[in-house]
Nanobody
Framework: EVQLVESGGGLVQPGGSLKLSCAAS????????MMWVRQARGKGLEWISV????????EYADSVKGRFTLSRDNAKNTVYLEMNSLRPEDTAVYYC????????????????WGQGTQVTVSS
């Protein structure tokens, strides 16, 4: 069974830092890219960052570029999102996400989500 479990959220003051983790199990983690997405209350999903399977390619949304750092440890089946210079507008539930292929065609894949971890940036 594929599982993604996020942790590390909490309450932090503006300008502070948090490091989120997403522990994966039930699939060949090292073979898949991983993504972080967030959702603020009353708003839609916002893509934050993605990391390739080997960690060599990483992309960020403009809203977090220069403040957030995404990394992965394939030996620990874990992806990390280090968040610095946090702002009130970063307040959201943060989810990790991956798409896993079950066949060779482009459409033969399933998308998995973790349960999310709440990040609140407030003084």
């Amino acid at each position: 069974e594929v599982q993604l479990v996020e942790s590390g959220g909490g309450l932090v003051q503006p300008g502070g830092s948090l490091k989120l983790s997403c522990a994966a199990s039930g699939f060949a983690f090292a073979n898949y890219g991983m993504m972080w997405v967030r959702q603020a209350r009353g708003k839609g999903l916002e893509w934050i960052s993605v990391i390739a399977s080997g960690g060599g390619a990483i992309e960020y949304a403009d809203s977090v570029k220069g403040r957030f750092t995404l990394s992965r440890d394939n030996a620990k089946n874990t992806v990390y999102l280090e968040m610095n210079s946090l702002r009130p507008e970063d307040t959201a539930v943060y989810y990790c996400n991956c798409k896993i292929a079950f066949g060779s065609s482009w459409y033969e894949q399933l998308e998995y989500w973790g349960q999310g971890t709440q990040v609140t940036v407030s003084s």
